[in-house]
């Protein structure tokens, strides 16, 4: 399987999280790199993972993996 790249334009770094959101409820999750599929799914690579930002007033949830 070949490694999956993060969703920003011009971005060749490895994806390490995946981004939805749910405009309803102004969230977005962050999560372990989901099943690939979902085409409202962005892959983030670890320095856009951390600089991630959300409108005012939205809330982000983030699901990390337990390591152990």
Same mark, same amino acid.
Do not use: G, N, Y
């Given at each position: 399987?070949?490694?999956r790249l993060c969703s920003k334009v011009g971005? *060749?770094?490895e *994806? $390490?999280?995946t981004l939805t959101y749910d405009y309803g409820d102004?969230? *977005?999750v962050l999560g372990p790199l989901g099943a690939g599929d979902d085409p409202h799914a962005h892959d983030l690579c *670890?320095? +856009?993972t951390s600089r991630m930002? $959300?409108?005012k007033g939205w809330v982000v949830v983030r +699901?990390?993996?337990l390591r152990v």
């Open positions: 399987m070949l490694d971005c *060749a770094r *994806a $390490v999280t102004q969230m *977005a *670890a320095i +856009h930002s $959300v409108p +699901h990390e993996t």
